[in-house]
């Protein structure tokens, strides 16, 4: 359900990118996503390969929650019941976009399920294999602390608090800090770029998430998968088989205080629902009996009917064009509200999509009127990684590498002996830049207006006043030890 006329996500350049520059960490995020940008860079980088993983990640999630249901004796009817709801639902946004997100969703669902594994089978070995699962979980997004903080909470208020006491919890807690210690060490040896992360991102799009609004939004993802949500909530209580899981019960309301506390994004919180989805759908098969066939077949449809409406306005489905001449529904749904507190006329990730292949070509373009003496004295700077990211991509082999000052490319600069032209794109450069060259061009600019970068220039600076290479490099150093690179 994505649109032609889409392109790839401004956070998809980035992550593919990081593949060109292997790290125990990055600035973004820990290390895992660049582990499958590598896999998808090796398999040629192209667009099916993009889409592949993360649609894969969401198909294993459904998937582990077969399993989930299996595991809890539950037959086709809650196995079926449970998958309607995961994938007619919001959470197939997430699983078409090359983000940490998708595979955090499927690893949550995992640790869920190796602890239902122990609890029913008293194997070591599923302890073990929690302790692998949370360092994957780890090293793909750091949110999964909330999940661990949440169950290490509902493990000591219930009656599964033995675990926190059994020799196989602290092997799987060993293996675990072992297999994360390589990006420990990173963000040691890099002034834990982790916490000046959330920093900026609190103050840029945190601070605008209202604690209502983010608990608001979570029965918007779920649409009629809240009812068996809610059967799983009963099922912790009064349901005798099901008392045992309580634990997952508790997690999942200490998760959603803490992210409300933090005003954390609305997403945040998927990875909690697919294994109460499983609950949820075990527990009403059981009791309802020989009816079970017939509302679980309308909560399907009813599920299958609401997304098949609403799909195409919560997927990249209809044109730029369409959206912004066809605003009231999206506005009505709150899908032209961005991050920063603004509204615009597309979603915030349906602009982040369009413009990049005109960027690329234009700056290009412009490259390829240097002389080909000067070329390698040539730096292409942007104003922000997704300029840069879009660049790499359409361009690789074509034009030397884009960076930028913000996030991850800021420490990939390369040092040139000499800079003798910089072909800046992004705002028009403040006069401290304009002063140190004698020839200032623009040479383009991005003219798709649905664009979120709508205007960005592509400006050419040549024939330096003075040697601007020590005067670069200085800033960049400067911006480093700030950490000023968001």
């Given amino acids: 359900m994505v649109n032609p006329e889409y392109e790839l996500h401004r956070d998809e350049f980035l992550y593919l990118d990081q593949a060109f520059h292997p790290a125990a960490g990055y600035i973004s995020v820990p290390p895992f996503t660049s582990w499958i940008a590598a896999i998808i860079q090796l398999l040629g980088g192209g667009?099916?390969?993009?889409?592949?993983?993360?649609?894969?990640?969401g198909t294993l999630t459904v998937v582990m929650v077969w399993f989930l249901v299996e595991e809890l004796k539950g037959g086709l009817p809650a196995k079926m019941l449970a998958s309607v709801l995961l994938i007619f639902s919001p959470f197939s946004r997430l699983n078409i976009l090359f983000h940490p997100n998708a595979f955090d969703i499927l690893v949550w669902t995992i640790i869920f399920y190796t602890l239902v594994k122990f609890i029913t089978s008293q194997n070591n070995k599923w302890l073990l294999m929690s302790g692998v699962i949370c360092a994957l979980a780890i090293n793909n997004k750091y949110t999964v602390f909330f999940l661990i903080a949440g169950l290490l909470i509902g493990l000591l208020l219930s009656s599964q608090r033995k675990i926190l006491t059994h020799r196989y919890f602290y092997y799987a807690a060993g293996i675990c800090l072992l297999l994360i210690l390589p990006n420990i060490i990173w963000q040691a040896n890099n002034n834990l770029p982790a916490f000046h992360h959330m920093k900026a991102l609190n103050e840029s799009q945190l601070?605008?998430?209202s604690h209502a609004e983010f608990l608001i939004t979570q029965p918007r993802f779920l649409m009629f998968g809240v009812f068996p949500v809610l059967a799983a909530f009963w099922s912790f209580i009064f349901y005798k088989p099901f008392r045992q899981f309580r634990f997952i019960g508790i997690t999942f309301l200490v998760v959603l205080t803490l992210f409300t506390l933090c005003r954390a994004k609305s997403y945040y919180a998927l990875g909690l629902y697919p294994v109460l989805l499983a609950f949820g759908s075990v527990y009403p098969e059981r009791m309802i009996g020989k009816g079970r066939v017939v509302v679980f077949s309308l909560l399907g449809g009813l599920s299958m009917g609401a997304f098949l409406f609403l799909g195409p306005y919560i997927m990249p489905y209809h044109s730029p064009k369409y959206i912004a001449e066809n605003q009231e529904?999206?506005?009505?749904?709150?899908?032209?509200?961005?991050?920063d507190g603004s509204q615009r006329q597309l979603p915030q990730d349906?602009?982040?999509?369009?413009?990049?292949k005109e960027l690329a070509a234009k700056t290009r373009e412009a490259y390829n009127q240097i002389p080909d003496k000067e070329k390698q004295?040539?730096?292409?700077?942007?104003?922000?990684?997704?300029?840069?990211?879009?660049?790499?991509?359409?361009?690789?082999?074509?034009?030397p590498?884009?960076?930028?000052?913000?996030?991850?490319?800021?420490?990939?600069?390369?040092?040139?002996?000499?800079?003798?032209?910089?072909?800046?794109?992004?705002?028009?450069?403040?006069?401290t830049t304009l002063n140190l060259f004698r020839s200032v061009h623009l040479k383009g600019k991005i003219e798709n207006k649905y664009a979120d970068e709508y205007?960005?220039?592509?400006?050419?600076?040549?024939?330096?006043?003075?040697d601007v290479t020590p005067v670069f490099y200085k800033m960049i150093e400067e911006k480093k030890k700030a950490m000023d690179i968001f």
């Fill in 377 to 399: 004295s040539t730096l292409l700077f942007c104003d922000n990684y997704g300029l840069a990211g879009a660049i790499n991509y359409y361009n690789r082999d074509k034009v």
């Fill in 207 to 209: 601070s605008h998430i």
């Fill in 350 to 356: 349906f602009a982040n999509m369009t413009g990049w």
């Fill in 329 to 339: 529904f999206y506005n009505k749904m709150g899908l032209l509200d961005w991050e």
């Fill in 47 to 57: 667009l099916f390969w993009v889409r592949f993983f993360p649609a894969l990640f």
């Fill in 401 to 431: 590498e884009a960076y930028s000052l913000s996030t991850d490319y800021i420490f990939w600069i390369p040092h040139y002996p000499v800079i003798l032209n910089i072909i800046w794109i992004g705002p028009e450069p403040d006069s």
């Fill in 455 to 466: 205007g960005t220039r592509i400006y050419l600076l040549s024939q330096p006043k003075t």
